[in-house]
């Protein structure tokens, strides 16, 4: 039998949960129109995926904040709670 599309999409994203090193997690948000351009423009202008772009623009700035702090403050950055929905 046949799988519907809503039973390709869930089993895709189920897959998606163990892929790579660490599992990839879907990210779904709104952002402004000039954000989401300006992502299309850099990404473009570094020869990478909008997505591909993004994950390195953010564990570049993880990095950069987390080189520059002490033990104490990487213990408590680390633990702080999980955003609400």
């Known amino acids: 039998m046949a799988t519907t599309s809503a039973e390709r ?21 709104w952002v402004s129109t000039a954000a989401a351009l300006a992502l299309g423009r850099l990404a473009r202008h570094a020869g990478m995926t909008r997505p591909t772009f993004l994950e390195k623009l953010v ?11 002490s033990d104490e403050t990487f213990d408590k950055y680390l633990a702080l709670p999980r955003n609400k929905r």
Request: aromatic share 4%.
């Open 9 to 29: 999409q869930r089993a895709y994203r189920a897959r998606q949960s163990c892929a790579g090193e660490n599992g990839e997690r879907r990210l779904q948000t």
């Open 59 to 69: 564990l570049d700035a993880d990095q950069v904040i987390t080189r520059a702090m």
